[in-house]
């Protein structure tokens, strides 16, 4: 019958119109929301606030980690300046031999990532590509004047 025939099509329409609503306002399950993102952790905080933000880390550990993966794991190290692969000589003779390299100096640690977030799991995914290191720069008066690119440490993909 018209009344029959006319209760299928609202039910087999409702359905339809339920399952595209709920597909189109449900994102993707994974996301990337960028390619790379750069950032930087001030290292040498300016005040109580950006301190507050380092209370937890432990500096020097952290740089001696970074610093033993590229002296004895080979962790590829580039010059800031011009990009160039350095070897591991001239690293070594950077930071022994020239003070403003020293690691008491290391002012920002600046990161490149990549961002995914799983929209259903609720789990954001943050892919370290490259450490740059980046080292004060202080006046004959003590005066921070500003920051020195350093090296940069790219991540093994």
């Known amino acids: 019958t018209m009344k029959q025939l006319s209760l299928i099509l609202a039910i087999v329409g409702t359905i339809l119109l339920a399952n595209s609503c709920s597909q189109s306002s449900t994102p993707n ?13 001030l290292l040498k905080p300016q005040d109580e606030y950006e301190a507050e933000w380092l209370k937890g880390l432990n500096k020097e550990a952290l740089l001696d980690s970074i610093f033993t993966s590229i002296y004895y794991h080979g962790a590829e190290v580039y010059d800031f300046a011009d990009d160039t692969k350095m070897t591991l000589d001239e690293v070594k003779t950077r930071e022994i031999e020239d003070e403003r390299y020293s690691r008491n100096k290391v002012a920002v640690l600046q990161f490149t990532e990549a961002w995914r977030y799983d ?21 004959s008066e003590g005066v921070w004047i500003g920051n020195r690119g350093g090296f940069i440490i790219k991540m093994k993909q």
């Not at 399950?29 to 750069?38: E, L, P």
């Not at 799991?121 to 892919?127: D, L, T, Y």
């Open 119 to 139: 929209v259903v799991g609720m789990k954001f995914e943050k892919k370290v590509l490259s450490v740059h290191i980046a080292y004060e720069v202080i006046d």
């Open 29 to 41: 399950k994974d996301v990337a929301y960028t390619d790379t993102i750069v950032y930087n952790v």
